[in-house]
Nanobody
Framework: QVHLVETGGGLVQAGGSLRLSCTAS????????MNWFRQAPGKEREFVSA????????TYADPVKGRFTISRDNAKNTVSLQMNSLKPEDTAVYYC???????????????WGNGTLVTVSS
């Protein structure tokens, strides 16, 4: 069992930055690929970014490419999402998720955090 806790959400003006963190409760985190998803009000949950267990490969959804950066520190059981040049359309609850497979499908995630709210004002 992996317990995930996201932190770092909040209110920011358009063009600003936020850094989200997700901390896992167990060192088995180091063997999991990690993902960030988001869900805006009235919309389905969507993939944002993923990183392999080693940190060697990352991928991003088109809407966030060039603005968001995912990273991880396995010594601290933490994965982070640096979000720059934020837009109002980035407003959503952001979730981290762990998967034993390399996949971007929400249905394939093994563990989820409870989410952290990011609100971007125009």
């Amino acid at each position: 069992q992996v317990h995930l806790v996201e932190t770092g959400g909040g209110l920011v003006q358009a063009g600003g930055s936020l850094r989200l963190s997700c901390t896992a409760s167990t060192r088995t985190f180091n063997r999991n690929n990690m993902n960030w998803f988001r869900q805006a009000p009235g919309k389905e949950r969507e993939f944002v970014s993923a990183i392999t267990w080693s940190g060697g490969v990352t991928t991003y959804a088109d809407p966030v490419k060039g603005r968001f950066t995912i990273s991880r520190d396995n010594a601290k059981n933490t994965v982070s999402l640096q979000m720059n040049s934020l837009k109002p359309e980035d407003t959503a609850v952001y979730y981290c998720a762990a998967a034993s497979r390399w996949t971007m499908r929400s249905g394939d995630m093994d563990y989820w955090g409870n989410g952290t709210l990011v609100t971007v004002s125009s």
